[in-house]
């Protein structure tokens, strides 16, 4: 399983792709790693897209736990949230997901296409970016990779104190 992250600045969207096999584990890094973004970013909207995602081996039972977590983000009624789940196998737990949380993420919607995600939005001509990420505590002058969550994360580097994870 790989994910990344996006941003569009002007519209201040936050967009996570996720690709391959997800996992009660590896959701659990994903949601974990996006509430991170998300603050960091103060992204008034965020679309989480699993439209390549390969298999969803989730649990219910861990969906209901996630669902039932308090939200990180505050202002969750003037922030909407997406999930892109174009395939039956991801529709299905993407709904368990919003169902069982409604009362703490009122303005979360699944939808089958990233188009559909942007028009709900109001969103016509969006420009997704890279998420930058500022290494404060780090030479990245000598740093080639960083292992995050046991994955090796590429970063190309615009000066010794910022870079792009790829």
Do not use: C
């Not at 391959?20 to 998300?38: K, P």
């Amino acid at each position: 399983m790989a994910f990344r992250f996006e941003f569009d600045r002007a519209n201040k969207i936050l967009l996570m792709r996720v690709e391959g096999r997800l996992t009660d584990e590896s959701l659990a890094e994903v949601y974990r790693t996006g509430l991170e973004h998300w603050a960091a970013t103060d992204a008034h909207a965020s679309i989480w897209d699993f439209s390549f995602v390969t298999e969803f081996a989730v649990s219910a039972e861990f969906i209901h736990e996630l669902a039932n977590q308090d939200p990180a983000v505050t202002d969750l009624a003037k922030r909407p949230r997406f999930i892109v789940a174009p395939t039956t196998v991801g529709f299905g737990p993407s709904r368990m997901f919003q169902i069982v949380g409604e009362p703490k993420r009122p303005l979360l919607k699944v939808v089958r296409t990233l188009d559909e995600a942007l028009a709900e939005l109001g969103v016509q001509s969006p420009h997704f970016d890279p998420y930058r990420v500022t290494v404060r505590s780090v030479d990245v002058r000598h740093l080639h990779e960083l292992r995050i969550a046991g994955e090796v994360a590429i970063w190309t580097f615009v000066n010794p104190s910022t870079a792009y994870l790829l």
